[in-house]
């Protein structure tokens, strides 16, 4: 991940778990309509837990982690469980997962290393496991107001990406927009992959 745009969710932990969010849930509960009950679920960029806790109360068996360690104690303070630090290389499982929900979190990763990532994702998943990343769209990376990096993926180019990181039964792009923490509209890419049985 760019160091920068970790450096600001370090620092701006707290401001940030203040934040509510509305809009992303209908898209976590038609999510989890597709999963098991009690389904296995990696959450990548948990941020203050506000996702995690939907999940939990829906009994599913949920593994928060946050690139931050300030927001992942944040998080943990909110959840009254342990959230863990992990940075996406970090990830090295093999079929551990019935899901992995990313929500506004793998957008950060710079352009020639998201392959590498969603293969990281994809290696982790079960046969047949699902799984929800959400990015900015765009033409080409660059910062935002706040300095964040972004990857600005266009449809074409997310697809082609995905493609690279290895076979996926299904793959569906819907697009919408949200309000970001530097109170900017974007117009989101919300995908849902289905890897191979």
Excluded at 41 to 47: A, K, P, Q, S, T
Excluded at 74 to 81: I, P
Aim: hydrophobic letters at 40%; proline letters at 4%.
């Amino acid at each position: 991940m760019d160091e920068v745009t970790l450096q600001f969710y370090r620092g701006n932990a707290e401001a940030y778990a203040k934040r509510t969010f509305t809009s992303r849930q209908a898209r976590l509960m038609a999510f989890l309509a597709r999963l098991p009950p009690g389904a296995s679920i990696l959450e990548l960029g948990c941020g203050a837990g506000g996702d995690t806790a939907e999940m939990l109360a829906r009994r599913f068996d949920v593994r928060a982690t946050d690139g931050s360690p300030e927001m992942a104690d944040v998080a943990s303070k909110h959840l009254g469980r342990t959230v863990e630090t992990l940075l996406f290389h970090e990830l090295d499982e093999v079929e551990a997962y019935d899901a992995v929900w990313a929500n506004a979190c793998l957008l950060h990763v710079p352009r020639p290393e998201l392959a590498d990532v969603l293969a990281r994702i994809r290696r982790a998943l079960k046969p047949s496991g699902y799984f929800f990343a959400s990015y900015k769209e765009g033409n080409d990376d660059g910062r935002d107001t706040l300095d964040r990096y972004y990857n600005y993926p266009s449809q074409d180019w997310l697809r082609a990406t995905y493609a690279v990181a290895g076979r996926w039964d299904s793959l569906s792009i819907e697009t919408g927009e949200v309000i970001g923490f530097d109170d900017k509209m974007a117009s989101m890419l919300f995908a849902v992959a289905r890897k191979g049985g």
